[in-house]
């Protein structure tokens, strides 16, 4: 039996999820992931909120609180962003200031969750969820800094880490595996966008309600493949930009690194001469013939999306090529 088609979560997320009245499916990935009843207060008013005919990278950010009145942040990029670690950082930041008011003690500052869907490969490492958050530990000793009863009382926590931001990373195209739990039935259909048969985690059946394929209209259904071309555009772009700069590179590398080499091992002996030479040359070459490939590809690849009517903001985003280098 053929399964369901439902519409992908951060085509959702920018159009349809910005509906209160869809705001369960939200919510229950939320709830989902960090184990409290979330409810969404408000769609953050900011610049990556805004849709455009060029929006193919569909940031979004959501605002979610539970009982306890801490903040969550929500955001998906599909841009292969080399600085998002930093991105992150800066949006939890944002975030503290503007739940502040002036002149208000600094036991008024809001915990704050970061949590990111990131559809591009991000760091390295085998996972497909993480989670990060603030320690002090001693130089010397490793203990790790705790609160003092007084403060365990007043700030209503136990440790200094649930002062501070948090932060989820989903690598969602890294889950290949068979789901089993809640939260990776909900991670299988954000990398596929099926639901797996009996699926019971919160806020699916307000996917298989809500988020059909079948329910959109032709101008929608345009729209969304559209953004689904868009994405396959850039995610090829970036692959063979790796891929073909890592051979080019390799190869140049190999070339270079013989000659080199051979040249070293006639002036300091043949026998130690050519093997030291040689590996040498090699390291270097290749490393020197991969940031050269590189370049080059990624001025191609610019070069491509501009003729593509990329705009040069997502063009810098996924190639780091600026207006001025393609004028």
């Known amino acids: 039996m053929k399964k369901e088609k439902y519409i992908r979560f951060d085509w959702a997320m920018k159009r349809l999820l910005r509906n209160k009245a869809n705001y369960g499916v939200l919510e229950g990935f939320l709830t989902t992931l960090l184990g409290h009843q979330i409810k969404i207060r408000s ?178 259904l345009r729209a969304y493949y559209r953004h689904l071309d868009n994405l396959v555009i850039l995610h090829d772009c970036i692959f063979s930009s790796q891929e073909e700069a890592r051979f080019e590179g390799m190869a140049k590398g190999l070339a270079e690194g013989r000659a080199e080499g051979r040249a070293e091992g006639i002036a300091e002996g043949r026998a130690a001469g050519i093997a030291e030479g040689r590996a040498a040359g090699i390291v270097e070459g290749r490393a020197e013939g991969i940031a050269e490939g590189e370049r080059k590809k990624q001025l191609e690849i610019a070069r491509a999306m501009r003729d593509k009517n990329f705009s040069f903001e997502d063009i810098t985003a996924v190639t780091g090529i600026t207006a001025e280098e393609l004028s």
């Open 43 to 220: 769609l953050l008013e900011s610049e990556s909120n805004l849709e455009s005919p060029e929006d193919k990278g569909n940031r979004v950010d959501m605002l979610a609180e539970n009982e306890n009145g801490e903040l969550f942040l929500v955001e998906i990029q599909n841009n292969n962003e080399t600085a998002y670690f930093q991105r992150m950082l800066f949006g939890t930041s944002k975030l503290v200031t503007e739940y502040i008011n002036r002149g208000d003690n600094y036991d008024k500052v809001r915990k704050i969750y970061s949590i990111n869907i990131v559809y591009f490969p991000l760091g390295a490492g085998s996972d497909y969820i993480y989670h990060g958050k603030t320690e002090f530990r001693g130089m010397n000793s490793n203990e790790l800094l705790e609160l003092s009863p007084f403060q365990r009382q007043k700030f209503n926590v136990d440790a200094v880490s649930e002062l501070y931001p948090e932060y989820y990373i989903l690598k969602v195209n890294d889950f290949n595996k068979v789901a089993k739990s809640p939260l990776e039935e909900w991670i299988y259909y954000l990398n596929t966008g099926e639901i797996p048969d009996g699926a019971t985690a919160p806020g699916l059946d307000g996917v298989r309600e809500h988020l059909k394929l079948g329910s959109m209209s032709k101008e929608e």
